[in-house]
């Protein structure tokens, strides 16, 4: 059975009875190309074990199980259950967790079916949980890469430099944590139902060591959330809804980091903001 051809996949639907669910974000791969591409990128080998988000009927799973130690996906839609005990039988390497990947507890989900493998992500994910999952998978520090077919602009997003206007709080936060890499794109016409956004493969490589020293990561994220705060406003006055100091000590700390107290926030570097966070919580008193 081809998993990416239209055909093969209307029948096994049929056989199920199965029907798309909007809210899920369901989107099928009908492309065979992006599947191999997205697992040869991913660099899955037999020292590693993949945690797959949001499977659907397995194109992505097949690849991956063919390569890596160990694949455990996880699956919301109970009636994809009896869809992947057909689609991935025979692989002796697959486990499916059923239930919600934004409720399980990543440590233990690793931890019971990871031991003595490298962990890593790889997905085709739902675009209505990119943010909070990539967010939740960077922070817990228990990957060694993340690979993942997301929309086109969040992937922008990622990996965007000061000053453009898909920079923001976010593209900081996976830098900070990552090293990305928008690999390709993939036109809607790749899937079944076709969504109406262009995707992109992105690999993010998990760094070893911080690119930024800071004395809390806690007053970072600080300084960055109220940078953005009013995108359209000067750092300055974006401050202020995070830091209850006077314009004028604002306006020193920014000069005091080499830069122009008129500057917007969407200009700053990772580095300013680290050095900027420092100064802060210093005017603070901590």
């Known amino acids: 059975m081809d998993l990416c051809n239209r055909n093969d996949i209307q029948d096994l639907l049929s056989r199920h009875g199965f029907r798309f669910a909007k809210s899920l974000g369901q989107n099928f791969l009908i492309d065979d190309s992006v599947p191999l591409r997205i697992a040869e990128a991913c660099g899955a080998d037999e020292s590693t074990g993949v945690l797959e988000i949001g499977p659907g009927i ?3 799973t097949r690849q991956l199980a063919q ?6 996906s996880v699956e ?6 009896p869809v992947l005990a057909e689609t991935m039988a025979g692989f002796d390497n697959f486990t499916l967790v059923e239930g919600d990947i934004m409720k399980c507890d990543l ?9 003595g493998l490298r962990p890593i992500l790889c997905a085709n994910l739902p675009y209505n949980i990119t943010t909070p999952l990539l967010t939740r998978c960077v922070e817990s520090e228990l990957f060694d890469s993340l690979t993942v077919l997301i929309q086109k602009e969040v992937a922008q997003r990622i990996c965007a430099a ?6 923001g709080a976010f593209s900081l936060l996976m830098q900070y944590y990552t090293e990305p890499e928008l690999l390709f794109t993939v036109p809607n016409t790749c899937f079944l139902p076709a969504p109406k956004v ?10 070893k060591e911080p690119p930024v020293q800071v004395k809390s990561t806690a007053s970072l994220w600080r300084a960055v959330r109220a940078g953005f705060a009013q995108r359209r406003k ?6 202020q809804s995070g830091y209850q100091l006077p314009k004028d000590v604002l306006a020193q700390a920014i000069e005091a980091c080499g830069l122009p107290a008129t500057i917007r926030g969407e200009r700053l570097s990772l580095a300013d903001y680290a050095k900027l966070a420092d100064l802060l919580d210093e005017a603070l008193g901590k």
């Open 76 to 81: 919301l839609d109970r009636r994809l259950y």
């Open 234 to 239: 000067t750092l300055v006055n974006s401050l």
């Open 107 to 115: 440590p233990a989900l690793i931890a019971e079916h990871f031991g």
């Open 198 to 207: 262009t995707s992109a493969v992105i690999h993010c490589p998990v760094r």
């Open 58 to 60: 397995g194109p992505l």
């Open 67 to 72: 390569r890596a130690g160990k694949v455990v």
């Open 162 to 167: 000061p000053g453009t206007a898909d920079y």
